[in-house]
């Protein structure tokens, strides 16, 4: 059954939130709703929260556009998409939480067929982290509230549940279909379960992979090309470790033999470094670098298997326009980055949830750039009174070639990256390399180069570094100004180390902002002894 434009009235679960509340617990406004405040009926889906919640769950406005990214408004009001995902003909699929529905939207067409699922619970809504597009014209999904793995048939419009194999508390979360597998970690079950799709009917055989560290969490996956699957196991904020499972030896290992060989005998772990406490999403690039988000902070991380050793990039500040800070109480905001993947060319692509920003790394050039997200709510920042300021909450995102497809979760929005879009300077670095003594200075040269024929009246130089104490001082001799289309702006950047510093290598983060966009290159810093 098809609908257009019309919801189903669900109430909002809340215990199967609370992994969901906790992890977002520092930023103001992220708390359950609160169902005993007054509420207009309205036959939507907004009616799921009381009325003075409903501009914080449901949106804030219409759609908006810049020269980057486009955004579609979602016809039925207060979906909030969450999961996101393509398929080979050009369109988009995602989850909408407030419903229980998946949804589809025609890129060509620029429509939107939202697909009503008859078995869904009434006044039941969900968290549906996963989702991914299976050869055989189906659309995996994950379900949080009810331990659920969906099966969605594009043919025959209709949903098929699995109940999610779980002893205690579980919460299947992100989703990867592999061939014949659908693979799942469970965030709060402490496992990876991997599903055999191929079978027909109602039951499906799978296996679970306990992790190495008992009552903790399990994180992100990403597969490398000898079959490697890796994920992170970690308890929040205390330790964690990075997980080398060898599922093509144990499978080859289990269809060649009769002997029971106990799974931990194919997994080998990483112990993580300091500063990487919530490590959600994780990619393995075509070097076999393993890469991790790191979402309580502004970093994120890569692993070398050969060298067994961690390297740590930062991102940009948050602009104050995404977290307002009306109140000054805001002293070190961060842009929390969350998913990670990696794109056709081999770029590193995440969110970053708090900056309301889509970011793409190229480990190549070590070139970092970030496109802002036009749409803001308010209700998730502090605002007060400040224009354009707050959150769309992007929780998830998909690379279709050179365009990235993003879901805002409290805006009822999906948008468009298109990366193909030319970008209005490129950064250059005399001196990328530099190794330092406590207490010594060098200045180097940036230079921000115009690629349009358009001046550009505000650019603002950024700067920021992996130190986790004052041991790095930087500073340019002009931090706002106007790039002119006819010529490159020379910007002289003096890097000063502290007389305590310790004596490591840090990444250092030079570059460029628009209202729109950040470009920005890394130094790698040696601190001397």
Known sequence: MKKQTKGIIFLVV????????AAAASMQGFSPPDLELEMTVTGTPADNFPDEQRAQFCGTGVAKSNAYVKEYKIPTDCTQPLAITTDPHGNVWFAETNTGNIAKFDSRTETFTEYENPTWPKNARSMMWGMDYSSDGSIWYTDEAFDSIWKFSIQDENY?????????????????VEGSQVIVNDFSGNKITFFDAAQSGGEFAYLSLPSPIPNSVTGGFA???????????????????????????????LSNSEEALPLFDFLQVF?????????????????G????????????????PETESFTKYVTSDPTISTYGNASGLIKNPVTRPYWINLDE????????????????????????????VPSKNPGWADCEQIKDCGLAQIFDF?????????????????????????????????????????????TLTLQVIPLTNSDIPIV????????????????TDVTQFQLDSDGPRIIQTSITIDENALAISHKILIGAQTDEVTISKYITLTIES
Not at 403 to 414: D, G, L, Q, Y
């Open 160 to 176: 098929q549940r699995l109940n999610y194999p779980a002893e205690g508390e579980s919460l299947p979360q992100r989703l990867q």
């Open 398 to 442: 998909t690379i279709d070639g050179s365009k990235i497809w993003f879901t805002e979760w409290v805006e009822n929005n999906i948008g468009v990256l298109d990366t193909s879009v030319q970008l209005p300077f490129k950064v250059e670095l005399d001196n990328t390399q530099i190794s330092l003594k406590k207490g010594e200075t060098i």
């Open 223 to 253: 597969i490398d090309s000898n079959d490697n699957l890796w994920y992170t196991n970690w308890v929040f904020q205390q330790d964690g470790v990075l997980v080398r499972f060898a599922q093509g030896d144990y499978f080859a290992f």
């Open 289 to 304: 670098k393993i890469w991790l988000a790191e979402t309580s902070s502004s970093y994120f991380f890569r692993f070398d």
């Open 460 to 475: 603002q130089v950024i700067n920021a570094d992996t130190a986790e104490f004052s041991d790095i001082m930087i500073e």
């Open 345 to 372: 060319n081999d770029r590193l692509v995440f969110n970053e949830q708090t900056a309301n920003r889509i970011a793409i790394f190229d480990p190549k050039t070590e070139t970092l750039t970030e496109y802002m």
């Open 271 to 287: 112990k993580l470094p300091l500063g990487l406490n919530t490590p959600n999403g994780a990619a393995v690039d075509s070097d």
């Open 14 to 21: 809340i215990g199967s939130l609370l992994f969901f509340w």
